[in-house]
């Protein structure tokens, strides 16, 4: 689904992601470690196209197709999804009427017509309902004045209502409590199936024993330097990124 | 002749017409004289710096309407608040239009000033009111000199007025330029409550340049909601200059929608005379190509234990030009003021301009007063976030710009108002709402 190949990217002239290569397959769950500056927010961002970073060599394909050259909400209408850090506020703009101009901007670029309103009120019922959120909640402004897990939450319920392929989760576990992070990692795994695929990019293993991925990368100094199943996030829980820090040098 | 030539010579010409032997008489003889001293204000001028009016006073505008024009009710209904009842006050190229009018006399004055200035049983609320804040400058002496009609309203003691009243200044665009100088006078007694909403439309593209004074008296508890819908076209220009008086406890809230309009000057003075006054100025500019608009703000704190709120947005775009400069006064008497002054501004182009002032002058030493300006371009991180959720760029910028904007209509109490005015932000920005806001 996701192919990137030797990428480089960065921003005015200094490069973060030093040749990046990654294959996610439909069906699977493959999550990014590493330490604080190695490049993995930058890496979720240049999947999603934003244009402050420019890619200066290598490729980034979906489903086949070179994306490097799309914008941001070509990518999202392709069904790439990024769930943010921190995502932002939006002052006079509803929850629910956010998630409705997203959907039928998408469906528009498909040439299809907005969505029944009655279809899309009992869908934002459906997975309100998945992530335990209220009914006041859909009413209020775009994550303003929410705490940290309601923005998360808010996060996964664009992504069960926008439906992606491919959903990027950056540092989605950050400033959650331990009741909202199960809420939103069941939200997570109820939305996988064999046709979708997940990048979980995290600091710690905490969010893994939730989300259990297939696949474990690190990312150090703009390179993913190990690759590995859930067992090595286990490990870099205990014992660090430094003892990969000299292995990496002695290679 | 130029402008000021032309209104001198014709202000003689018709003297002895007006109210010769009342008290008005001589204060439109000594607001003559200020203006024929001062003149129209030049770019020399602190004041108006930033807002040239030479290419305005060039038009050779007609300064007495001849005769009375009609206008078909259909043709601007959409210029009334239609969806309620209301009263309404309406002038054709500053000629009152009865056709198109809804006063009243029962139990409060919604009616005509040039009657207020000519019937005795008014004489005593003219003579308390009439020019008593309203200050000396030029453009509001001039305005003085001629006054002779507009809006006077006034609401009794402990009178709620359940309609909202507009008034509608309508130009015809049967001269081919025009100049207008309403004037209105508003009284709010004791505990009395009163909406108002003021327009000024053109129907054609000739020039019209409108001089407006609104004078605004609230006695104590007394309390006023006051709305300016500016969309004028793009032809037309308004200097509108407000005096606030407030009393002991009362609450005067002026809102300005500045959408229209060749060159927009709002002079809007707060004077806090009682204590416990509230006072709000809120104001939303959205405009572009060479269009100005100048907000000059005062509220002066003169008595203790008063608030005043300031929140004025502003998005520019092509060549246009905003000005704000907000001024606030705590007189050393004032304690315990509260005053916030509020000022954020978009530029959407490089060639938009925005010139933002605070000014405080605080003479008392126990005050809370707070004033914040903003000028930036749309925050590229919150667009980002919009388009990873597949919204397009332009459709996102729209969004920010509608929410950055309409949190302003919050304060708007009258709903179908502030529908309207949402939906006219909406246009403005060229925000698709497909949803209800």
């Not at chain 1, 990654?22 to 069906?27: C, I, M, N, S």
């Not at chain 2, 007394?222 to 969309?231: E, L, R, T």
């Not at chain 2, 269009?291 to 520019?316: M, R, W």
């Not at chain 2, 302003?408 to 949803?435: H, M, Q, Y």
Request: glycine letters at 6%; proline letters at 3%; aromatic letters at 8%.
């Amino acid at each position: 689904m996701l192919q990137i190949k030797n990428l480089h990217a960065g921003i005015d002239n200094e490069e973060i992601l030093k040749g990046i290569n990654l294959e996610v397959k439909a069906g699977e769950i493959h999550a990014i470690m590493g330490p604080n500056g190695s490049g993995k927010s930058t890496l979720a961002s240049v999947i999603a196209g934003k244009e402050e970073f420019e890619v200066t060599q290598g490729s980034i394909s979906f489903e086949h197709e070179d994306i490097a050259a799309l914008a941001p909400e070509e990518r999202a209408h392709k069904g790439i999804f990024l769930s943010f850090q921190y995502p932002i506020e939006i002052p006079g703009v509803s929850v629910t009427n956010f998630i409705k101009t997203a959907i039928n901007e998408g469906r528009k670029a498909k040439g299809m017509v907005d969505m029944p309103a009655s279809e899309m009120l009992k869908m934002i019922r459906e997975k309100a309902e998945l992530l335990e959120m209220d009914r006041k909640f859909l009413s209020r402004s775009l994550n303003e004045g929410f705490s940290g897990g309601e923005k998360k939450r808010n996060e996964i319920f664009q992504m069960a209502m926008l439906e992606p392929k491919l959903a990027i989760l950056d540092e989605t576990d950050s400033g959650l409590d331990i009741d909202a992070l199960r809420i939103v990692a069941n939200g997570v795994n109820k939305l996988r199936n064999d046709k979708n695929a997940i990048l979980v990019i995290t600091h710690y293993q905490r969010l893994l024993d939730y989300i259990v991925p297939d696949f474990v990368h690190v990312l150090l100094d703009g390179k993913i330097v190990k690759s590995g199943t859930k067992e090595l996030a286990y490990e870099l829980e205990e014992r660090g990124y430094d003892w990969i820090k000299e292995e990496v040098k002695i290679v | 002749m130029s402008l000021k030539d032309k209104l001198i010579t014709s202000y003689f010409a018709v003297e002895d017409y007006i109210d010769a032997d009342s008290h008005i008489h001589d204060l439109r003889n000594t607001a003559i004289k200020s203006f024929e001293e001062k003149g129209f204000p030049t770019k020399k001028e602190e004041a108006w710096k930033y807002t040239p009016l030479n290419a305005i006073l060039k038009e050779d505008y007609c300064v007495f309407p001849k005769k009375e024009n009609t206008i078909e009710f259909k043709d601007v209904k959409k210029y009334f608040l239609h969806e309620i009842d209301t009263y309404k006050i309406v002038f054709i190229d500053g000629i009152y239009s009865s056709f198109l009018s809804e006063t009243t006399h029962d139990k409060v004055d919604v009616c005509l000033l040039s009657a207020a200035l000519s019937k005795p049983k008014y004489k005593a609320v003219i003579e308390n009111y009439f020019n008593k804040v309203a200050k000396d400058d030029s453009l509001t002496s001039l305005n003085t000199a001629f006054a002779k009609e507009g809006a006077y309203i006034v609401i009794p003691k402990h009178r709620e007025v359940e309609k909202p009243i507009e008034i509608i200044n309508f130009a015809t665009g049967n001269e081919a330029a025009l100049f207008l100088q309403p004037r209105n006078l508003i009284v709010v007694e004791e505990n009395a409550h009163v909406q108002i909403i003021e327009r000024h439309q053109s129907l054609t593209s000739n020039p019209v340049f409108t001089n407006v004074v609104t004078e605004i008296f609230t006695e104590k508890n007394a309390s006023i909601d006051y709305y300016k819908i500016q969309n004028d076209n793009h032809s037309a220009s308004l200097i509108d200059s407000t005096f606030l008086l407030q009393e002991q406890g009362s609450n005067a809230c002026v809102h300005t929608f500045s959408f229209g309009g060749k060159l927009t000057r709002n002079n809007l003075n707060f004077y806090q005379k009682g204590e416990r006054n509230n006072s709000t100025l809120k104001g939303v500019t959205i405009i572009e190509e060479n269009q100005l608009v100048d907000h000059h703000t005062l509220v002066n704190h003169i008595a203790p234990n008063c608030e005043s709120h300031q929140n004025y947005k502003g998005i520019f775009a092509g060549k246009s030009t905003g000005v704000f400069n907000g001024k606030i006064i705590v007189e050393k008497e004032a304690q315990k003021t509260d005053a916030f002054q509020q000022n954020n501004n978009i530029l959407i182009t490089d060639n938009a301009t925005i010139n933002s002032k605070p000014q405080l002058e605080i003479f008392a030493d126990d005050v809370k007063c707070s004033h914040g300006c903003t000028i930036g371009q749309l925050d590229e991180e919150a667009m980002f976030y919009m388009q990873t959720r597949g919204i397009h760029k332009k459709e996102a910028q729209a969004l920010l710009m509608f929410a950055f904007a309409s949190n302003v209509l919050e304060s708007v109490k009258i709903p179908e108002l502030k529908a309207r005015i949402t939906k006219l932000i909406a246009n403005k920005i060229g925000v698709d709402l497909g949803f209800n806001l």
